[in-house]
């Protein structure tokens, strides 16, 4: 009964090798057609790599977002727009958990805050939520972000909600819409 058991398992696995995987020729010349070094899998992260989206939440109040996934997992990005009061723009490193069509995210990143337009700060950033990546390129994803200023600023600005501070700290709702080419 063993050896039955394995011989199935091992038929099992030469057979849907060969059917799932072609043969080899067939795929280096594919790449080869398509000027391709690696092969690249049907997640949309991956066929679609460019990220163009406007986004909601820290780091950036409002502002936009243009990121490349290095691979179906890994998306590298800057990032700019408004940081009430002021301007903020960044790097940003996300990394999709499971890389399907609606996939959870963890990410990180460190920006540049400019409170008031009079203080200079430099800021970092933690994130998580869950994006959807449609096959026409269409994205949005939904998710919580944290934003700390590693330093504080020389005097004081006023804050969006009306507070009086000299730092970001800063933990909120994030959303954001794309598309994907």
Request: aromatic letters at 14%; charged letters at 15%; a neutral charge.
């Amino acid at each position: 009964m063993k050896r039955a058991v394995v011989l199935a398992v091992v038929l099992a696995v030469v057979f849907s090798t060969m059917a799932f995987a072609g043969p080899l020729n067939e795929k280096i010349d594919r790449l080869k057609q398509t000027n391709q070094e690696r092969e690249r899998t049907y997640y949309p992260r991956d066929m679609n790599p460019v990220l163009i989206s406007v986004q909601g939440g820290p780091p950036v109040l409002l502002g936009s977002l243009i990121s490349y996934n290095i691979n179906e997992m890994f998306a590298v990005g800057v990032f700019g727009g408004a940081f009430m009061p002021g301007v903020v723009a960044g790097f940003d490193f996300k990394w999709y958990i499971l890389p399907t069509t609606f996939s959870p995210y963890v990410g990180t990143g460190i920006e540049y805050v400019g409170a008031a337009m009079q203080y200079s700060l430099v800021a970092g950033h933690l994130e998580a939520g869950v994006d959807l990546a449609l096959d026409n390129g269409f994205c949005v994803n939904l998710g919580i972000g944290y934003m700390r200023s590693f330093s504080e600023a020389t005097g004081t600005f006023k804050t969006a909600w009306g507070d009086t501070a000299n730092k970001v700290d800063w933990f909120m709702v994030q959303a954001g819409l794309g598309f994907r080419m």
